[in-house]
C-alpha cells in the first residue's frame, strides 16, 4: 500500500496579495508513504503493529523574507519518518481505539514554515503520537503531540499539540479541530480551531465533501 499528499500555496490565509508589501510565510508540500509490515484492520491479533515509512519534501515560500532573516539554513529539505500503528478492536466500553507512534528525521523549523536548519543544529529524530477512538461508527476523537527539532538558537521551538473530532450524520460531513503550534518566530499565540461541514457524497469506499461552510478563529 502507498498514498500520496500534496499541498501547494501554503494556507489560503496567508498567501501573498498583489501589492501586499507586508511578509508572510507558508509552504509545499509533497509525500509518499508506503505500508511496508503488518495490516493494522486485518490483522490486529498479530503482536507487531502495521508499519510504515514515508517521505515529505517541503519548499518554504517566501525563504529570503522571515525564515533566512531569523537564521535558516536552506528554503527545502526532505522529512524522512518510521509510522507504527496499531488498532485495538472493543478495547474501550466496546469502543475502537487507534494508536499511531512515528519517528522523523526532520530539520524543519516550525515544520518547515521557516526554513531548515540553522545555528541550532541539524537533522534530529523527533517523535510524534496520537491516539483516537471511535466514539460512534461514523464520529471519532483524536489527539496528538508532536515534537520539533529547535535548530534555531534566536528562536526555541517547543511541542506542537492537536485534537480533532470528524463524523458523519447521514449526508452531512463535519469537522471539528484545533491545534497549538507553540512558540513561532518568539511568539506564543499560534492556536486556532476550525469547524467545517459540508454534504458528503459517498460511493463504495469513497467519500469527500462537495459543498459546505467553514469558521475559523485563530490568535
Known amino acids: 500500500m502507498w498514498t ?10 496567508i498567501r501573498r496579495r498583489r501589492g501586499d508589501s507586508r511578509a508572510y510565510v507558508g509552504q509545499d508540500i509533497i509525500g509518499l508513504k508506503v505500508r511496508v509490515l503488518g495490516d493494522a484492520v486485518f490483522a490486529p491479533d498479530q503482536l507487531l503493529p502495521q508499519i510504515a515509512v514515508g517521505a515529505q519534501w517541503k519548499r518554504t ?3 529570503e523574507q522571515i525564515p533566512h532573516a531569523v537564521g535558516a539554513a536552506r528554503g527545502e529539505d526532505v522529512d524522512l ?16 481505539v487507534i494508536i499511531d507512534a512515528t519517528l522523523r528525521r526532520t530539520r524543519a523549523n516550525q515544520f518547515g514554515l521557516l526554513g531548515f536548519g540553522g545555528d541550532g543544529g541539524d537533522y534530529r529524530w523527533t517523535p510524534e503520537v496520537s491516539a483516537a477512538v471511535w466514539l460512534e461508527r461514523r464520529r471519532s476523537a483524536r489527539r496528538g503531540i508532536s515534537d520539533k527539532p ?11 499539540r492537536d485534537c480533532s473530532s470528524p463524523g458523519r450524520r447521514e449526508n452531512v460531513a463535519f469537522t471539528a479541530a484545533w491545534t497549538d503550534l507553540g512558540r513561532i518566530a ?12 459540508g ?10 465533501i462537495r459543498s459546505g461552510c ?3 478563529r485563530a490568535h
Not at 150 to 160: C, G, I, M, Q, T
Not at 186 to 197: D, P
Open 186 to 197: 518568539g511568539k506564543s499565540e499560534h492556536a486556532g480551531c476550525i469547524c467545517r461541514c
Open 214 to 216: 467553514r469558521a475559523t
Open 150 to 160: 529547535d535548530d534555531l538558537r534566536a528562536f526555541r521551538e517547543n511541542s506542537a
Open 81 to 96: 519518518y518510521i509510522a507504527a500503528t496499531k488498532v485495538y478492536f472493543a478495547a474501550i466500553a466496546g469502543r475502537n
Open 199 to 208: 454534504r458528503a457524497i459517498s460511493g463504495a469506499r469513497v467519500g469527500w
Open 4 to 13: 500520496t499528499a500534496g499541498n501547494f500555496g501554503g494556507a489560503p490565509a
Open 61 to 63: 515560500l517566501d525563504f
